[in-house]
Each structure stands twice: as structure tokens, then as C-alpha cells.
């Protein structure tokens, strides 16, 4: 079975702070994705890896970066959170183009 | 603005088939149509994935007509766990790049 984790499930952090979101798959997975996930705007993809090193920007990338050092790994970034991001984040990983993206369970973040 | 758009809500009985509908007029040629199931808390499931005509699994059936600009998930014979959201993923040419959107999901209500 394909496993992503995700470091925390939930998250409390404060206006202005420095936050990780880490998320690592299993499978060897080539293309790793992070989307927000709010009510009534359904997902929306922030980032996406191709490949080590690699990134692109999705939909939403403002006040966000992302960082792929190693193949299983890909963390989100926020640089100085605000509550606007106070979110649900969710971190998905697939073999390639039109292949199957696997979900992680999300982290539930708030921004006071 | 090119996106997907499926009915917010729907309700059914235990022992009911049915029937989700997503539009995407603007589908990508090469890209697959992939339904996704998701509970409280948790990542999306994947449930199925099609390109064109009928796709079938254990879990669901997938119609995609010859256009390709609407598909239309099937549960065959709903049961109470089937109670979840319910969300399409398509390529979609935006701007002339080929952007993944998730449409905004289906809350089924499956009833007793």
C-alpha cells in the first residue's frame, strides 16, 4: 500500500512565525503536490515537485515555498504565517503524469 | 473561468444507486478523469479513473461520454459509510497550460 504522512495533524501556531509542513511518501513516487483545503473552495493546489529540486507553482503559491531536497520528501513553507492560511493542508504523491495521486491524512493548521 | 462544477449536495437511501455528475467543458486531451472519495478528517480516497466510455471496479462505475466534457460517477447500491465527499479531478486547458482542478465536491447524504 502507498503510505504519505504528514508530520502533525493539527497545528496551532502564531501570526508572524516560521512554519514546516512535512510530508513524505513510500513509493518512489516522482510528483509530490500540496493543496489547501477549505470549505466550499474544495482543494486548491499550492506547489507541485516534478523531481528532486524541482517545483512549480500551483494555483495559490503567494506567502508559501516549498523545498524537495530528497525524492520521498516535500515540505511546505510558511515564510511569516497569517491567519488567511489558517487551513487544512494536504500533501499527495504520484508515480507520474495521469498516474493516481495518494493522499496523506492532512494537517489541520490554525493561525492565531 | 474554466473550471468543474458539481452539484453541492445530494441525498439517498441505503440500497440506492447514485449518480454524481461532474462538468468540465474545457478537459485536456490527454488527461484522465479521477473520482475521489473523502471522510471528516481524512485525505481523499481514490476511487476510480477513466479516460473515455465505461470504467468499472469493485467500488464504482465511471461514464464518460464521447465529448468528454462531463463524467458521471455511479455507486451502485449506496450504504450508510458511503456518506462522504465526493470530488472530480481534471486536466484542464487554462490559458493554454494544462492545470490539474479539483471541483468543489458532492456531500452525499446517504440515509437509512
Known amino acids: 500500500d502507498v503510505k504519505v504522512t504528514q508530520s502533525s495533524r493539527y497545528l496551532v501556531k502564531r501570526t508572524g512565525e516560521k512554519v514546516f509542513l512535512e510530508c513524505v511518501q513510500d513509493?518512489?513516487?516522482?510528483?509530490m503536490f500540496w493543496y489547501r483545503q477549505d470549505p466550499g473552495l474544495g482543494l486548491r493546489l499550492i506547489y507541485f515537485s516534478y523531481d528532486v529540486k524541482m517545483k512549480e507553482k500551483g494555483d495559490i503559491p503567494e506567502g508559501y515555498s516549498v523545498s524537495r531536497e530528497k525524492k520521498e520528501r516535500f515540505s511546505l513553507i510558511l515564510e511569516s504565517a497569517s491567519t488567511n492560511q489558517t487551513s487544512m493542508y494536504l500533501c499527495?504523491?504520484?508515480?507520474?503524469?495521469?498516474?493516481?495521486?495518494?493522499f496523506g491524512p492532512g494537517t489541520r493548521l490554525l493561525v492565531l | 473561468l474554466a473550471k468543474t462544477t458539481q452539484p453541492i449536495s445530494m441525498d439517498s437511501y441505503e440500497g440506492q444507486e447514485v449518480n454524481i455528475t461532474c462538468s468540465h467543458n474545457?478537459?485536456?486531451?490527454?488527461?484522465?478523469i479521477t473520482w475521489y472519495q473523502q471522510f471528516p478528517s481524512q485525505g481523499p480516497r481514490f476511487i476510480i479513473q477513466g479516460y473515455k466510455t465505461k470504467v468499472t471496479n469493485e467500488v464504482a462505475s465511471l461514464f464518460i461520454p464521447a465529448d468528454r466534457k462531463s463524467s458521471t460517477l455511479s455507486l451502485p447500491r449506496v450504504s450508510l459509510s458511503d456518506t462522504a465527499v465526493y470530488y472530480c479531478?481534471?486536466?484542464?486547458?487554462?490559458?493554454?497550460?494544462?492545470?490539474?482542478?479539483f471541483g468543489a465536491g458532492t456531500r452525499l447524504a446517504v440515509h437509512p
Open positions: 479531478l481534471v486536466g484542464l486547458m487554462i490559458s493554454g497550460y494544462n492545470k490539474l482542478i
Open positions: 513509493m518512489d513516487h516522482e510528483n
Open positions: 499527495a504523491s504520484r508515480t507520474g503524469p495521469q498516474e493516481t495521486q495518494y
Open positions: 474545457n478537459i485536456a486531451t490527454n488527461d484522465y
